[in-house]
DNA sequence: CCATCAGGTTAACGACCGCTAACCGCCTTG
DNA sequence: CAAGGCGGTTAGCGGTCGTTAACCTGATGG
C-alpha cells in the first residue's frame, strides 16, 4: 500500500475535476472553461497541459481500465489456486475502487463511444481482459453455466456494483459490506 | 395486453428515434438535424411536433418513469398479500421493461440532468415513489435490515438490472431468465 | 545578469447548434 | 371550389464551443 504526501501536480488537478464535471453533465455538456475555472486558471491555459479536450477522456478512460485490470491481475496472481477466496478478492477490489473513484466509474461506461477509434479499442481491450479475468475464475467456480451466461453474468454484477453513484446516505464500510453480500448472493445463485 | 396494430404517429416515430440516438451518443451529442434525418424529415421539421429538443427528452423520461410506475402499481394490486410473489411480479416487469425499452432505460438515469427543473423534479419524484414500492416489499419479506440498507439494495439490484444494455449474444428468454435468477439470488443474501 | 522556458493571460476565429422566419403544397371541409 | 391549416422545406440568425495566436511574467540556470 503505497500512499502518497506531495501534493498533486497540476495535470492531476485538472483530470480530476474533469472526471466530475465529465461524470456529471456528459462530456459535451462540459465546456473548458469550466474545466479551467474549476482548478483556478482560464479555458485555453488547458492546452498547456493537454493536446485538446479529448486527450483528457481519453487519458482518464485508458488509465482507470488500466489499474482495474492491473489490480485484477495482482489479485489473480496472489490468491491463484483458490478461486473462492480469488473471486472474494475481485469483488473486494473492484467495491473500493467503485466507492473510491466514483467519477471514473460512471465515465468508464457511459461516454466510451466519445473517444478517437484508437483510444476508443484501447480502452475496450483493456475492459474486455478485466471481464476475462472474472469470467474464468466464474467457471472454475461454476462451471455448469455456458460461456455466454457466465460473461453475462459478471457484466450484470459490474452493474450492481457501479450503481454506487447514485447513493449516499449509508456510510462507506456499510455499503462496501452490503455490495459484497449482494455480489456473492448474486454468484451464489448460479450454483443452485 | 393490450397490442396496438395500427401505424405509430410521426411524433412516435421521433420519440423512438430520439431515444435511440440519446442512448448511443449522449443528449448533447446529437443534434436536431440527426433526429429529423432519422425519420426522414429535416431538422426544423421537428419544431412541428415538439416545441424544442429538451422536450422531447422531458417526455421521453416523464414516460418511462410514468410507466415504470404504473406497471410497478399494477403489481401491488395485482399479488397484494403475499410479499414473494409480488417481489417476484416486480423482478419480471422491470425485466420485461430493461429488455423491450433498452435505450430509454439507459437514459433514464443518465441524462436526467438535462431537463429543466420542473421535469427533472417530476421525473425524480416517479422514480422515487417506484423505488418505494420495492422497498416495502422487500422490507416485508426481509424484515432485518435497516430500511437505508434496503434503499441501497433496490438501487443496486436496479443497476443489476439495467445492465443489459451492454450484452447481446445471449438471446431474450436466456437473458430474462439469468437476470431473474440473479435478482434473487442478490435479495436472497440480505436474508442470511 | 541575461536567456530561456514553463505556465499562464486575453482576443478572436471558424464551426456548429438550437431555433425562428418565411414560404409552400396538399388534404380537408363548409 | 375557395379557405385554411397541417406538416413539411430552406435560409439564416445568435450564441456557444474548441482551438489557435499573440503576448506576458516570474523562476531558473549557465
Known amino acids: 500500500m503505497s500512499t502518497r504526501t506531495d501534493a498533486p501536480t497540476r495535470r492531476e488537478q485538472i483530470l480530476k475535476e474533469a472526471a466530475r464535471l465529465f461524470a456529471e453533465r456528459g462530456f459535451h455538456g462540459v465546456g473548458v472553461d469550466e474545466i479551467g475555472a474549476a482548478v483556478g486558471i482560464s479555458g485555453p491555459g488547458l492546452y498547456r497541459h493537454f493536446p485538446g479536450k479529448d486527450a483528457m477522456l481519453a487519458e482518464l478512460l485508458v488509465g482507470i481500465s488500466e489499474r482495474l485490470l492491473d489490480g485484477g491481475r495482482r489479485r489473480v496472481q496472489e490468491a491463484a489456486g483458490d478461486p473462492e477466496a480469488l473471486l472474494g478478492s475481485l469483488i ?101
Not at 473500493?96 to 477509434?117: Q, V
Not at 454484477?157 to 456473492?184: K, Q
Open 92 to 192: 473486494d477490489g473492484h467495491i473500493d475502487f467503485a466507492l473510491d473513484d466514483r467519477p471514473l466509474i460512471t465515465l468508464h461506461d457511459r461516454e466510451l463511444d466519445r473517444l478517437r477509434e484508437t483510444d476508443r479499442k484501447r480502452v475496450r481491450q483493456l475492459q474486455r481482459q478485466y471481464l476475462e479475468l472474472w469470467v474464468t475464475v466464474v467457471r472454475e467456480l461454476y462451471p455448469a453455466p455456458p460461456e455466454a451466461e457466465a460473461r453475462a453474468t459478471v457484466h450484470a454484477v459490474f452493474g450492481l456494483l457501479n450503481s454506487t453513484p447514485h447513493i449516499g446516505l449509508l456510510g462507506r464500510t456499510a455499503m462496501e459490506s452490503l455490495l459484497r453480500r449482494l455480489a456473492h448472493g448474486a454468484f451464489g445463485s448460479l450454483g443452485a
